[in-house]
């Protein structure tokens, strides 16, 4: 879902999963509505399918809940809310994120000795022959 590779190489495993319940907490959604507020996260519009593979996942797990509403310029839609065991499984979420920052910012810092990170590191290519 990520458009450029090395975005989706640095976001963190399943992190579709608590950036969904983030924005139901903000607000119940549709599927069209969150595959547009997902873009600040990283998330491109490319793979739909992986979008509501997910919220049904979310739904199973008792995360999220939905339901049909009807709509006045079109037809009906699913609108997704958050659940409190959704809301349980965001603060965990968030909890590990935060570890993990913690973690990243030790390591950023370290390196931050010996070489700026405001710059592209070139790294030459290695001869594999």
Known sequence: MPTDP???????????????????????????DLLERLAPFGFGREDPGRLYRTLRSLEEQGMVHSAWEASNSGPDRRTYTLTRSGMRQLHGGAQELLA???????????????????????????DRS
């Open 100 to 126: 993990t920052r913690a973690i990243l910012d030790v390591f950023l810092s370290r390196l931050a000795e010996f070489v700026s990170l405001d710059e592209p590191v070139v790294v030459p290519a290695v």
């Open 6 to 32: 090395v975005i989706a190489a640095a976001l963190p495993k399943n992190f579709l999963r608590p950036c969904l319940l983030l924005l139901l907490l903000e607000q119940p959604a549709h599927g069209y």
